[in-house]
């Protein structure tokens, strides 16, 4: 049962326009969210996150929406820059409790046409 | 290099054998994980380590499966008689903490024949 859900596996988007990835989460501790760029043969990197006191963090292009109510998460990043093709990876944790173990999603391969 | 450091890149070895996967975290991390992805799949947990404390064992899928962290810094993660289905890319990550973000390794491409 998967508790973070990233159902888009690829997305396809022109330089200059916006994408959007989205991710949904079940669980009603996850207070802590992040997402994570992959490029092949490389570990995934670190790229913003957010906890659950706010509802959007913004890093230059990179902006990160967070709806409780709906358990939705969505990054947004505009301009699209071919660079940003890669794997995107949703992770989402509680705060609080002992035990931080981010549980990730499978991951959306957004792919930037020049 | 300043970052999280495995080795070996890649591993490949016949069904049965055991494996041994290195893991060099960011010096004065203290929380340290590892992942395995396998093809198609999203990051799956397999163990935690912070600081002192008794590791988080819950997401080895096996006993063949362990763990260890040597002085607060290097974890070894070994794989006894190996399967077919161990076949995985093994991640290594390190935060500063339990609520920082985790820095990855390259990981770890292992190919059981």
């Known amino acids: 049962d998967q508790q973070v859900k990233q159902n888009s596996p690829s997305l396809s988007v022109q330089e200059g326009r916006i994408s959007i990835l989205n991710c949904d989460y079940t669980?009603?501790?996850?207070?802590?969210f992040l997402w994570y760029k992959k490029y092949p043969a490389e570990g995934p990197t670190f790229l913003i996150s957010?906890?659950?006191?706010?509802d959007k963090n913004e890093d230059g292009r990179f902006t990160v929406f967070l709806n409780k109510s709906a358990k939705h998460l969505s990054l947004h990043i505009v301009p699209s820059q071919p660079g940003d093709s890669a794997v995107y990876f949703c992770?989402?944790?509680?705060?609080?409790?002992?035990?931080?173990?981010?549980?990730f999603g499978r991951g959306t391969s957004l792919i930037v046409h020049p | 290099g300043a970052g999280v450091s495995q080795s070996p890149s890649n591993k490949v070895t016949e069904k049965g054998k055991d494996v041994e996967l290195r893991c060099d975290p960011i010096?004065?991390?203290?929380?340290l994980y590892w992942y395995r992805q396998s093809l198609g799949q999203g990051l799956e947990f397999l163990i935690y380590?912070?600081?002192?404390?008794?590791?988080?064992k819950s997401g080895l899928p096996s006993d063949r499966f362990s763990a260890e962290r040597t002085g607060g810094s290097v974890s070894t993660l070994t794989i006894q008689r190996t399967q077919q289905e161990d076949s995985a890319v093994y991640l290594c990550?390190?935060?500063?903490?339990?609520?920082?973000?985790?820095?990855f390794g390259d990981g770890t491409r292992l190919s059981i024949l």
């Open positions: 990550a390190s935060s500063l903490g339990q609520d920082q973000p985790q820095h």
């Open positions: 669980n009603s501790m996850f207070d802590y």
């Open positions: 957010i906890s659950s006191i706010k």
């Open positions: 992770a989402a944790s509680p705060s609080s409790g002992g035990s931080y173990i981010p549980t």
């Open positions: 010096s004065g991390h203290t929380a």
């Open positions: 380590f912070q600081g002192n404390s008794a590791p988080d």
